[in-house]
């Protein structure tokens, strides 16, 4: 099995890398190869909105390091997508990288759905902030998750880590067994 991890935070080595590289340590234990994009590595541009991806054979016409997404997202099995809670929602970086999908996956309703792969991809969307209710976001989160799901993603879990104000992810020992597992349990399903 292949996953790959998008840690689409500006933070190069902060809370949401960690928590990506944490699921995806649990996968590789079972076996599975992993590889991670930092977005902040990247230059990728926000979807311009002119369905050239539909018009074309070749898929998006923006030419950006999104294209090493899209190869690496056709040839995985599974996807870790990990963002910060700012102001509510995913980050910006989040948003561009679910924006740019728009070329690859359409759902089923559209008239340009062209499905290559039947089996759908499964999706860890791993979230994290740094208010302690973990219930402060849920309609957001309910509402990413089903977007995710038109998207033809097999949403697995949605884990959101809390309370990180109070201090880093990776000092919260709770964290370590729990990130892990969810990633073995991608690894294994």
Not at 67 to 75: M, R, S, T
Not at 95 to 111: E, G, W
Request: net charge positive; charged share 25%.
């Amino acid at each position: 099995m292949k996953i790959i991890g998008i840690i689409a935070s500006p933070r190069k080595e902060g809370n949401t890398a960690w928590i990506v590289n944490k699921i995806l340590e649990g996968a590789k234990e079972q076996g599975a190869e992993v590889q991670s994009f930092n977005f902040s590595d990247l230059d990728i541009k926000p979807c311009q909105g002119c369905n050239g991806c539909k018009q074309s054979t070749r898929g998006c016409i923006i030419n950006d390091d999104m294209q090493k997404l899209y190869d690496a997202i056709e040839n995985a099995d599974a996807l870790v997508l990990g963002s910060p809670i700012y102001m509510g929602q995913m980050s910006a970086q989040a948003k561009i990288f679910t924006d740019r999908l728009y070329a690859r996956f359409s759902p089923r309703f559209s008239p340009y759905f062209k499905c290559k792969n039947e089996a759908k991809q499964k999706l860890i969307l791993a979230f994290n902030q740094g208010n302690p209710d973990s219930s402060l976001f849920q309609s957001y989160i309910d509402y990413t998750k089903h977007m995710f799901e038109l998207l033809e993603f097999d949403v697995k879990e949605v884990p959101v880590v809390t309370g990180l104000r109070n201090g880093p992810a990776h000092k919260r020992e709770d964290l370590h067994t729990a990130l892990k597992d969810i990633g073995s349990s991608l690894a294994l399903k």
